[in-house]
Every structure is written in structure tokens, then in C-alpha cells.
């Protein structure tokens, strides 16, 4: 069974970092994995896509310069480095993963499996 477990959320303040982790089980390869976040009262964003194989990333315009996506595929881990937060990136932050290339990866019905989600508050 295909398990994305996300960690690392939590409250902090603007302008500090926080490091999500999403460990993947049940599958022994994807093609990618990507974060979103949903804020209350809104649709589920885009944030940050990575490509296993090639290492290629994307990300939304409104985190370049500031998250970094990562992965250790001997840990099956994806990570998000969020530095320099602000109010407005409050969100449950969720993983989600590819088995095959899709043409809109920004898109959340690209994607074959999602984790329950992690919160990260950020207090101005």
C-alpha cells in the first residue's frame, strides 16, 4: 500500500525556516514528488516539484528564492526547506507523488498519491 507520510510543520515566526520531510513507502519508484498547500477558504497550490531521476525542479513564483525542494532517494524522502516565511505562506503543506510524467504538473489530478498533510503557521 502507497503511504506519503508528511513531518516537520508547526508555528514560527516571519522570517524563520522550517524543514518539511515526506517519507514514501509502498512503491519502490516514482517519477516525481511535489508539494502543494491549501489555506483555509482556498483551492490547493502548487509549491515545489521534483524529478527523481533528473534532480529538475519547478517551483510557484511566489516561493522561488525561498523554499528548496530536495530528496534522498536512499531514505525515499522528499524535503522542503522553507526559509524566510511569511504570514501568507500559512497552509496545510501536502506531499504528493507521480508514478509517470504529467504535462501540468502544477495541476493536483497529476497526481497518483497524496499525505495526510502538515500545518505550518507563520506569526507576523
Known amino acids: 500500500q502507497v503511504q506519503l507520510v508528511e513531518s516537520g510543520g508547526g508555528l514560527v515566526q516571519a522570517g524563520g525556516s522550517l524543514r518539511l520531510s515526506c517519507a514514501a513507502s509502498?512503491?519502490?519508484?516514482?517519477?516525481?514528488m511535489a508539494w502543494f498547500r491549501q489555506a483555509p477558504g482556498k483551492a490547493r497550490e502548487f509549491v515545489a516539484l521534483?524529478?527523481?531521476?533528473?534532480?529538475?525542479?519547478d517551483y510557484a513564483d511566489s516561493v522561488k528564492g525561498r523554499f528548496t525542494i530536495s530528496r534522498d532517494n536512499a531514505k525515499n524522502t522528499v524535503y522542503l526547506q522553507m526559509n524566510s516565511l511569511k504570514p501568507e505562506d500559512t497552509a496545510v503543506y501536502y506531499c504528493?507523488?507521480?508514478?509517470?510524467?504529467?504535462?501540468?504538473?502544477?495541476?493536483?489530478?497529476?497526481?497518483?498519491?497524496w499525505g495526510q498533510g502538515t500545518q505550518v503557521t507563520v506569526s507576523s
Open positions: 521534483i524529478r527523481l531521476s533528473s534532480h529538475n525542479t
Open positions: 504528493a507523488a507521480q508514478i509517470t510524467p504529467k504535462i501540468t504538473y502544477a495541476s493536483t489530478s497529476s497526481y497518483d498519491a
Open positions: 509502498g512503491r519502490a519508484s516514482w517519477y516525481a
